[in-house]
Every structure is written in structure tokens, then in C-alpha cells.
């Protein structure tokens, strides 16, 4: 029976049968089309860990807060129409 790539439907030798036996993913991949697969998921994972990391960016942390708290003062200064804010 021939197994065909899941992605470009190229006839499976041998080997990449046997290796999507050893180490199955839910579909059948040649070899090309696996690295492929296997590139995508690398760079997803490198992607949210530098997100991750965006936190110890500290002047880059710094600005966002000063943008959070000057839309803060705009949104007061819209809420009382140029008066104040009594917090109690």
C-alpha cells in the first residue's frame, strides 16, 4: 500500500514511514513537509517566549505605563468635563 504526504501527497519511502510510526504528529509527512511542520511550531515557540521576555524591557515597560497612565488622565479629564475626581 503506497502512504501518501499529507501536504504535498508525494509517495512516502521506506523511512518516513517508519519515522511517522516512531514519532507520530495526527498526519503522515515526507520528510520535507516535516522540517517544514517542525520550523513553523520552533518559531510560534520563539515568538511567545520573546513576548514573554518583553516584560524585562525595562524602558520599553517604562513608556507603556506612562501611555497607560496619560490615557488615564484623559479619560478623567473627559469623565468630569475639565473638573476633578473625588476618590473616596
Known amino acids: 500500500m503506497d502512504y501518501l504526504c499529507s501536504e504535498c501527497s508525494t ?4 523511512w518516513e514511514i517508519e519515522l511517522n510510526e516512531l514519532y507520530p504528529v495526527g498526519k503522515l509527512y515526507c ?3 516535516q522540517n517544514k511542520h517542525e520550523r513553523k511550531i520552533i518559531k510560534k515557540i520563539a515568538e511567545d517566549f520573546a513576548n514573554e521576555l518583553d516584560f524585562y524591557d525595562y524602558p520599553k515597560t ?7 497612565e496619560s490615557n488615564l488622565e484623559d479619560f478623567e479629564e473627559d469623565l468630569t468635563r475639565g473638573g476633578t475626581i473625588k476618590w473616596s
Open 11 to 14: 509517495q512516502l519511502s521506506k
Open 31 to 33: 520528510e520535507f513537509c
Open 62 to 68: 517604562i513608556q507603556k505605563y506612562k501611555d497607560e
